[in-house]
Each structure stands twice: as C-alpha cells, then as structure tokens.
C-alpha cells in the first residue's frame, strides 16, 4: 500500500478527532464555571462559622471515624482523600476558609473516607486498579505516538495495539471514577442537610449543591475526553486495513 492509499484509510478518524476538539471546548467551559463557582461560594462566609478543617472533623466523627486524620496540603483545588495513609488531605483555601465552599469540599473528601471505613464496592474496585493503571498510564506515554509511526511506516500495530489497550484501563478507570465521586458528593449533601450547625439555611445547603455539582461534572468530562481520545487511536488499528 502507498502512503497515499494509506492516508485516505485513515479519513475516519476526523469523526475520533472532531469530537476530541468538542470535547476539548466543553471541558474548558466545565472547568472555567467550576473555578467561577469555587471562586464565588468561597467569598460567601459560612453562617456557622466554621472552617473547612472544623467541618471535616465534625463529619468524621458523626460517622464513627477516629482514625483518619485532616490536614493541610500544599497547592489549590488539591483536596483529596488518602486511603493509604488515612487522611483528607485539605487545599489551605478550603483548610482554613470559613466559607460555604470549603465546607462543601470538606465533605465531599469526608465522602471518601466515609467510603472506605464503609467498604464501598466502587472505591474498593477502583483502588484496586490503581497499580495496573500507573503501569497503563506510563505506557500510553510513549506507546502511543510511536505506535502510530511504526503502523505508517511499517504497517506493524503491534506497538499501538498495546497503547491502545492500556489507554482503555485508564479510559476505564476515568469511569469507574464517576460513580465513587457522586457517591461521596451525595453522602457529604445528606450530612449537610441533617446538621443545622454546620450548614443554617437551605440557600448555603443548595449553593454546596451546585459547586459539587460543577466538581462532579469535572470528572464527567475528564472520563469522555479520556473516550474521546481512545476512539481516535483506536480508529487507526481498525481502518488499517481499508
């Protein structure tokens, strides 16, 4: 085969690379409101005045937690929670602030921990993966690009076959991400909207409820660019031989 011919077996992947491009813009959109949002809750001070560390504390012990610690990390937008170590690792903007969106965030990563102490099948599963995803991710590095160079010019899929396959685990686990991230929004709301000296009013339980959702759709848009990006390589391997 000619590198002409060979070249136009590959015109569908422009489908696999418009709907990179879309989802490229909607991500950004998704980011600049989530960041907007973030910005404008964390200006408005928390009626019950307490700080993101306070909050998180409070909820652990409401749910029988004593062995995960809450601390300060470095960094903005960093919050997360730890299983290995057992701590809810806190942004100093969300640590220290007194604002309706630190305490959203707060518990949102107490959602996690909440998870772990209550084994919850999702967390567990997508712990269990992360070793094999740090392998995935390190070889769609290089396996990838030089994959498709090895099929232009050799016809050989065997180096892009194998990046294609391990961009699915990690496409694959950007999913398996979404319903343990709901999840923890969900049990962080619930415990909200049962601790009136957390939260006082419905509007400051409604505007956790919208930054939490922004943060959520974060995750949503990671795991289709994430597919996005899988069907564009995966599309080289399938039209090879057109």
């Not at 107490?110 to 991710?137: D, K, M, T």
């Not at 990046?163 to 969900?186: C, K, N, Q, W, Y």
């Amino acid at each position: 085969m000619d590198h002409l011919s060979f070249i136009t077996a590959y015109i569908n992947t422009g489908s696999a690379w418009l709907l990179m491009i879309l989802i490229a813009v909607v991500s950004f959109i998704v980011q600049w409101r989530f960041k907007s949002k973030f910005k404008t809750y964390s200006e408005i001070p928390l009626l019950s005045g307490l700080s993101g560390q306070e909050v998180a504390e409070r909820m652990l012990r409401d749910n029988g937690i004593y062995d995960v610690q809450v601390i300060s990390v470095e960094g903005q937008l960093t919050d997360h929670y730890n299983p290995e170590t057992k701590t809810v690792n806190l942004s100093p903007d969300v640590y220290y602030s007194r604002s309706v969106a630190s305490a959203a965030v707060a518990a949102h990563e107490c959602g996690h921990a909440v998870q772990h102490a209550r084994a919850y099948a999702w967390l567990s599963f997508r712990s269990a993966l992360v070793p094999a995803i740090n392998v995935a991710s390190t070889l769609t590095q290089w396996t990838l690009f030089i994959g498709v160079m090895l099929l232009f010019f050799t016809n050989n899929p065997l180096v892009l076959a194998i990046g294609v396959v391990a961009l699915a685990l990690v496409t694959t686990f950007s999913f398996i991400t979404l319903p343990v991230e709901f999840d923890a929004s969900r049990r962080a709301l619930a415990w909200l909207n049962n601790n009136y000296t957390v939260m006082q009013t419905r509007e400051e339980h409604e505007q956790a409820k919208d930054a939490l959702w922004w943060a959520a759709m974060t995750y949503v848009v990671a795991a289709l660019s994430a597919l996005a990006t899988l069907l564009y390589y995966a599309s080289f391997l399938f039209n090879r031989r057109n």
